[in-house]
């Protein structure tokens, strides 16, 4: 049932305060999990991250029980699917963490504590982002347009991307208006020094590349929400459904990453999928300011049939030397 319908395009869900436990619960039992392993570091291997994966994938899943038990069907699919979207649009934010972790020679020993730092501030800021969006999308219905059009513009450069494959290098991050605006702000040791995210340097306090490289992972993350969080609110605008979801799907994104550096070249045709549904998310905030209201069994069935076949050709198809990149096209 729903608490509220503010209009037909923006309602929320009567949501009993266990379920907000069991979402704080996850976090809690995160952190304890991190901080154990955490206080010795190691290289992760592509078992032990396949293993974790597939935990907190499970986990992500078994939390649509009991939204399916206390809040409805219909908020079930909004959060397998807004789930499903965040996970597919963070593999974007997985290669450019990658890319930084190259550019600056980051030890194989301190990413999963980088990744860690970037979660937690990941999971602060995009509830402000959602927070934020609900509130707008309920006092402005034609917020929705504006939405949309990030949306589009996210889906032709996604397209684009598609079309050369990823391009960026280890100069062009260090080249990157967000790395030089950090180091115009802030002193930058170029040394690691332990787990200090700051060093005294000649009587000097200055940031070390750790605190410089946690300050640009959550920069990048802020510029990636400016779509994610937008595609998230089109399948639910309920703060618990976008909100839960996001979070479910961003503790899983640190193990993801470790997985992701193996297989993400055999999934090549998942960037043609994003960019056409982001494309048909997009169109679906912009129809709803003018009236043309899609239902959302027809959406999420669009949606999942769309990341399907990102899936199926990527594995029926793997891709040929014409088309890959360096790396994959030397194998």
Same mark, same amino acid.
């Given at each position: 049932?729903?608490?509220?319908?503010?209009?037909?395009?923006?309602?929320?869900?009567?949501?009993?305060?266990?379920?907000?436990?069991?979402?704080?619960?996850?976090?809690?039992?995160?952190?304890?999990?991190?901080?154990?392993?955490?206080?010795?570091?190691?290289?992760?291997?592509? =078992?032990?991250?396949?293993?974790?994966?597939?935990?907190?994938?499970?986990?992500?899943?078994?939390?649509?029980?009991?939204?399916?038990?206390?809040?409805?069907?219909?908020?079930?699919?909004?959060?397998?699917?807004?789930?499903?979207?965040?996970?597919?649009?963070?593999?974007?934010?997985?290669?450019?963490?990658?890319?930084?972790?190259?550019?600056?020679?980051?030890?194989? =020993?301190?990413?999963?504590?980088?990744?860690?730092?970037?979660?937690?501030?990941?999971?602060?800021?995009?509830?402000?982002?959602?927070?934020?969006?609900?509130?707008?999308?309920?006092?402005?219905?034609?917020?929705?347009?504006?939405?949309?059009?990030?949306?589009?513009?996210?889906?032709?450069?996604?397209?684009?991307?598609?079309?050369?494959?990823?391009?960026?290098?280890?100069?062009?991050?260090?080249?990157? =208006?967000?790395?030089?605006?950090?180091?115009?702000?802030?002193?930058?040791?170029?040394?690691?020094?332990?787990?200090?995210?700051?060093?005294?340097?000649?009587?000097?306090?200055?940031?070390?590349?750790?605190?410089?490289?946690?300050?640009?992972?959550?920069?990048?993350?802020?510029?990636?929400?400016?779509?994610?969080?937008?595609?998230?609110?089109?399948?639910?605008?309920?703060?618990?459904?976008?909100?839960?979801?996001?979070?479910?799907?961003?503790?899983?994104?640190?193990?993801?990453?470790?997985?992701?550096?193996?297989?993400?070249?055999?999934?090549?045709?998942?960037?043609?999928?994003?960019?056409?549904?982001?494309?048909?998310?997009?169109?679906?905030?912009?129809?709803?300011?003018?009236?043309?209201?899609?239902?959302?069994?027809?959406?999420?069935?669009?949606?999942?049939?769309?990341?399907?076949?990102?899936?199926?050709?990527?594995?029926?198809?793997?891709?040929?030397?014409?088309?890959?990149?360096?790396?994959?096209?030397? =194998?």
């Amino acid at each position: 049932m729903f608490a509220s319908a503010q209009s037909a395009a923006v309602y929320s869900y009567d949501v009993p305060w266990f379920m907000y436990a069991i979402v704080v619960a996850a976090l809690v039992i995160y952190a304890i999990i991190e901080a154990i392993n955490m206080r010795t570091d190691h290289v992760i291997g592509f =078992k032990e991250a396949v293993r974790w994966s597939v935990v907190y994938v499970s986990a992500a899943l078994l939390f649509a029980i009991p939204i399916y038990v206390f809040i409805g069907t219909q908020a079930t699919g909004e959060y397998l699917g807004a789930w499903a979207i965040e996970k597919a649009l963070s593999l974007d934010n997985l290669f450019v963490i990658s890319l930084i972790f190259a550019s600056f020679r980051v030890p194989a =020993k301190f990413q999963r504590r980088m990744l860690n730092y970037g979660i937690a501030g990941a999971i602060f800021f995009r509830l402000l982002f959602i927070l934020a969006g609900v509130e707008l999308l309920k006092r402005f219905e034609w917020i929705g347009i504006i939405f949309g059009l990030i949306l589009i513009r996210a889906a032709w450069n996604a397209y684009k991307e598609a079309r050369r494959g990823h391009d960026e290098s280890e100069e062009d991050i260090k080249n990157s =208006k967000l790395w030089k605006g950090i180091t115009r702000i802030f002193p930058v040791h170029p040394e690691f020094d332990g787990h200090k995210f700051t060093t005294i340097v000649n009587g000097k306090r200055m940031l070390t590349m750790m605190g410089a490289i946690v300050i640009l992972i959550e920069c990048t993350d802020i510029v990636f929400a400016v779509d994610s969080v937008p595609a998230v609110l089109a399948i639910s605008p309920d703060r618990f459904i976008a909100y839960s979801s996001n979070v479910f799907a961003l503790l899983g994104l640190r193990a993801l990453f470790f997985v992701y550096q193996s297989v993400s070249s055999k999934f090549w045709a998942l960037n043609w999928a994003l960019a056409a549904i982001l494309a048909w998310i997009g169109f679906k905030m912009i129809a709803a300011p003018l009236g043309l209201h899609i239902p959302i069994g027809i959406s999420l069935t669009i949606l999942f049939l769309l990341l399907s076949a990102g899936l199926f050709v990527s594995l029926k198809w793997p891709h040929d030397s014409d088309n890959v990149t360096t790396d994959t096209a030397g =194998k």
